[in-house]
């Protein structure tokens, strides 16, 4: 017998403090999955945000930064200009960087930073229990669209791959899903790409991960994949939304 | 012979799952003990089934399980 | 180097890549201009980056990247972008990230106006974001402080590992004075063992501020206070000019300063015997100095370009023991050596209560 799938080394031995069933689990370890394959784990240098992710300086085991909520991509900006040789990242959730982030995403987006951005969406503001995000659906409840939300309130959900795919500067965008076990290994080759195209230093890239959160969306884990699939799948479709490589032909 | 093997890392588990519901052959379901976290940590209940295709794993948002394969790897 | 005119805010600037600067992450806003302006035009030829950050905010946070990376890194600002970058400001001293700031200060509250004051006092050397943190303040009298003291704060923000500030306003910013730069060689280096480069052989570096163990959190903010009473007994700066015999001791900084020591000069023309304190460091406060200073028949007057703010930690310091009052203009105006002399006189005789 081999060992065929075990925890990636770039994953410290800190238990998650994360809910049960709670997707970012996976995007971590997808995250380490691709920093390990790619040999990169001492260049790197992590940017964790504010929100659920709060804890992943203490979770991925490479240097890392802690940011003030939003600023994640002004941090890794700050931190790959001056040191172009280290591999930097930042992982944000949908508060973080779709609503008081998102100055900053779009400006570091345009400016094409060479830097990559692991975005996790699942719609909700989960650490502070369950308020509506930027992203959370026309209809969906939360401790603050409580009957739903509705577009006359508080209008529509943002999708960030489309917006920031409206810029020149972004080299790579991509939205994924880890509703299945499929879609998480496609996650996966996502996430490399993403380091891959700042290694190649083609630029800004940023793979948008859907992600549950069973807990504020009141339903058992398994049930979160499947509403996952059934409501933000459509909503947010999954794709490549950018790929300088793809132009270049490699 | 299975031609797979499971190893959970029980104090790891909080019971979600995911790991569950993934695997395509019936292999794992909630055991009966606690862990110290006060979890029912996932068990092998069929391990003569495991073809070592690591699905389930792959759905594991905490790294419970470690997937060994006898067959040569596919990764 | 021989001497040359210079403005302050491109002397300060000058000064700053001398120093090691390795990045300036800005935003344009009046009146600090200049600094931006000549770090773009010299910074990328001497091995620095300069980068216009799309807001004071994401400026500052650039800032904390780049620090928490190890190298020397400032931004600089004017009163409305300053109060934008407080909350990076107290991420960057919970962090202990070493970075300076520099604060070109104007006219205000609100948008105000572009005109040189003070009023930014309080913020600078109280936190000025929210919790419990000290920035280490350095106040610049001309344009060869401005060189000077921007020297020195990279040293003491690598020395304490905290951020340090140069308040300076629109005046010391925009005049032209001979300024010379020391030919001393290479900046002073320091080892940053704790910064994010990359853990080669070695584990995992954090930059964090995330303290939510209230019993852990308790003990880290001892040691940060702890780190801030030893800055208190080491780094004290100040300027005094004929304070021992004098019935009246001025106390200004900056610009006020300027204006008080000219003030002096002339009152010591007429035989009145007036004195000069000049706080350089604003945070730590020469509190010791003024104490000792302090005796009952001898007064202060607080020159300031602000609505009283200085004349606080003055009162502080000198404990009871003497009087304290007031000469000062405010909205950009800048007080007059007449204005203060002629408070000087009314204390003197006894005029003011």
């Not at chain 1, 995007?27 to 040999?39: C, P, Q, T």
């Not at chain 3, 700053?16 to 935003?27: E, P, S």
């Not at chain 3, 080892?191 to 501020?209: I, L, S």
Request: charged share 20%.
């Amino acid at each position: 017998m081999q060992t065929v799938f075990q925890k990636p080394e770039a994953l410290t031995d800190v238990a998650m403090h994360y809910c049960p069933g709670c997707t970012h689990g996976i995007i971590h370890r997808l995250v380490a999955e691709a920093i390990d394959s790619l040999g990169i784990r001492e260049q790197a240098i992590g940017i964790a945000s504010v929100g659920c992710s709060v804890f992943a300086y203490d979770y991925f085991n490479c240097d890392m930064q802690q940011a003030a909520h939003g600023r994640a991509p002004a941090v890794a900006t700050g931190v790959k200009r001056v040191r172009p040789e280290n591999i930097v990242f930042t992982y944000q959730g949908d508060g973080d960087l779709a609503s008081i982030g998102m100055a900053e995403i779009v400006h570091a987006a345009a400016r094409s930073e060479n830097i990559t951005v692991i975005f996790v969406n699942n719609a909700i503001y989960g650490m502070t229990s369950g308020q509506m995000a930027p992203t959370t659906l026309l209809g969906q409840k939360t401790a603050t669209s409580p009957r739903g939300r509705t577009v006359e309130e508080m209008g529509y959900p943002i999708k960030m791959c489309e917006l920031l795919a409206t810029l020149e500067g972004p080299a790579y965008l991509s939205r994924v899903s880890t509703h299945d076990s499929r879609h998480v290994l496609q996650a996966g080759r996502a996430i490399k790409k993403a380091f891959e195209v700042q290694q190649q230093k083609k630029g800004f890239a940023m793979v948008e991960v859907l992600s549950t959160c069973s807990v504020n969306w009141g339903m058992t884990p398994v049930n979160a994949l499947q509403w996952m699939e059934e409501n933000m799948v459509p909503y947010y479709p999954l794709g490549v939304y950018r790929d300088v490589t793809a132009k270049e032909g490699n | 012979m299975p031609r797979g093997e499971v190893i959970v890392n029980s104090e790891l588990c909080k019971e979600c799952s995911l790991c569950v519901a993934a695997c395509p052959h019936g292999v794992l379901g909630i055991g009966k003990a606690i862990n110290s976290k006060g979890y029912h940590s996932v068990e092998a209940v069929a391990p003569e089934k495991c073809t070592g295709c690591t699905l389930c794993a792959v759905m594991c948002p905490d790294v419970v399980l470690t997937i060994k394969r006898r067959s040569p790897e596919r990764k | 180097m021989a001497r040359t005119l210079m403005k302050g805010n491109e002397a300060l600037s000058e000064a700053a890549i001398r120093a090691g600067l390795k990045a300036f992450y800005g935003y344009p806003i009046t009146p600090q201009n200049e600094i931006p302006a000549y770090m773009a035009e010299h910074l990328p030829l001497r091995g620095g980056v300069y980068l216009q950050a799309e807001s004071e905010v994401a400026a500052i946070n650039m800032v904390y990247g780049a620090a928490g990376a190890g190298v020397r890194v400032m931004t600089s600002s004017s009163s409305p972008g300053i109060s934008l970058k407080q909350e990076g400001i107290s991420y960057i001293a919970a962090g202990q990230l070493p970075c300076v700031i520099v604060n070109v200060v104007r006219n205000g509250p609100g948008l105000g106006g572009i005109q040189p004051a003070q009023g930014d006092y309080f913020q600078a050397v109280k936190g000025g974001g929210h919790g419990d943190y000290r920035l280490i303040v350095l106040a610049p009298g001309n344009v060869q402080e401005m060189a000077d003291l921007t020297t020195l704060a990279f040293d003491l923000a690598d020395k304490w590992r905290n951020p340090v500030m140069v308040l300076s306003d629109g005046i010391l910013g925009q005049m032209m004075e001979p300024v010379e730069f020391a030919e001393n060689g290479e900046p002073k280096q320091f080892d940053k063992p704790w910064a994010t480069t990359g853990a080669v052989n070695r584990k995992p570096n954090v930059v964090n501020t995330l303290d939510i163990i209230a019993d852990k959190a308790e003990k880290n903010m001892q040691a940060l206070l702890a780190k801030y009473e030893k800055i208190k007994e080491e780094e004290v700066r100040w300027q005094e000019v004929g304070t021992e015999d004098a019935d009246v001791i001025l106390v200004g900084y900056g610009t006020s300063g300027r204006v008080a020591r000219s003030a002096m000069e002339m009152a010591r023309k007429e035989g009145l015997k007036v004195g000069l304190f000049r706080p350089i460091t604003l945070w730590p406060f020469p509190e010791e100095r003024l104490c000792e200073l302090a005796k009952p028949e001898r007064q202060f007057i607080a020159v300031e370009m602000s609505a009283g703010q200085m004349i606080e930690d003055v009162r502080l310091a000198v404990n009871g023991i003497s009087p304290v009052y007031l000469s000062n203009r405010l909205g950009g105006m800048v007080p007059t050596p007449e204005d203060v002399l002629a408070k000087t006189r009314e204390i003197l005789e006894g005029r003011v209560n």
